[in-house]
T-cell receptor, first 112, second 115 residues
Framework: QKEVEQDPGPLSVPEGAIVSLNCTYSNSAFQYFMWYRQYSRKGPELLMYTYSSGNKEDGRFTAQVDKSSKYISLFIRDSQPSDSATYLCAMTFGAAGNKLTFGGGTRVLVKP | DAMVIQNPRYQVTQFGKPVTLSCSQTLNHNVMYWYQQKSSQAPKLLFHYYDKDFNNEADTPDNFQSRRPNTSFCFLDIRSPGLGDAAMYLC??????????????FGSGTQLSVL
């Protein structure tokens, strides 16, 4: 079993719809949770960063963390074709120099 | 703008011919990472430098080496590339501070092809 599971997709939605992405994880010691967006043939770009359980909102993006269920989510409101990309969840224990554990990424297609 | 720059964007090499990928950063971050990402897979950490301290992942093949001559530059050397080493190689940096080290800033990557 992988430490972090993420549905690879593709997830296809019409423009303006809400995109819902999620990851599950097995190690309850993870403390910091991130979502990265990766366009084709580009490096990942940090979108959202949260610590422990709760919600965080930034513009059209909302990240949720439910540590009791070991489940994190990313919602994209009013999706645009420019949101078409692969979204990677990542998490870490939080100690200095600690490495990220990534999910495999979900490919999202927003159709005009 | 401060950033992480990788050169070249695309690299073609021959089976067994040594190749070096480069990364530079203007963020003045303490930590520099090298990741390997194959198509539709998660990035896989190869190794990282915390300042001058080299940290190798246990499952990184000996074929992969790295150098960090100064804070700004880091190199990935593949001594004898095999067909299975064809991938996107991502360089990333972080501050290395306990409270913020989790935020990685990535370069655009180098796509390596092995013929």
């Amino acid at each position: 079993q992988k430490e972090v599971e993420q549905d690879p997709g593709p997830l296809s939605v019409p423009e303006g719809a809400i995109v819902s992405l999620n990851c599950t994880y097995s190690n309850s010691a993870f403390q910091y949770f991130m979502w990265y967006r990766q366009y084709s043939r580009k490096g990942p770009e940090l979108l959202m960063y949260t610590y422990s359980s709760g919600n965080k909102e930034d513009g059209r993006f909302t990240a949720q963390v439910d540590k009791s269920s070991k489940y994190i989510s990313l919602f994209i409101r009013d999706s645009q074709p420019s949101d078409s990309a692969t979204y990677l969840c990542a998490m870490t224990f939080g100690a200095a120099g600690n490495k990220l554990t990534f999910g495999g990424g979900t490919r999202v297609l927003v159709k005009p | 703008d401060a950033m992480v720059i990788q050169n070249p964007r695309y690299q073609v090499t021959q089976f067994g011919k040594p190749v070096t990928l480069s990364c530079s950063q203007t963020l003045n971050h303490n930590v520099m990472y090298w990741y390997q990402q194959k198509s539709s897979q998660a990035p896989k950490l190869l190794f990282h430098y915390y300042d001058k301290d080299f940290n190798n992942e246990a499952d990184t093949p000996d074929n992969f080496q790295s150098r960090r001559p100064n804070t700004s530059f880091c190199f990935l050397d593949i001594r004898s590339p095999g067909l299975g080493d064809a991938a996107m190689y991502l360089c990333a940096t972080s501050t290395g501070l306990t409270s913020t080290n989790e935020k990685l800033f990535f370069g655009s990557g180098t796509q390596l092809s092995v013929l």
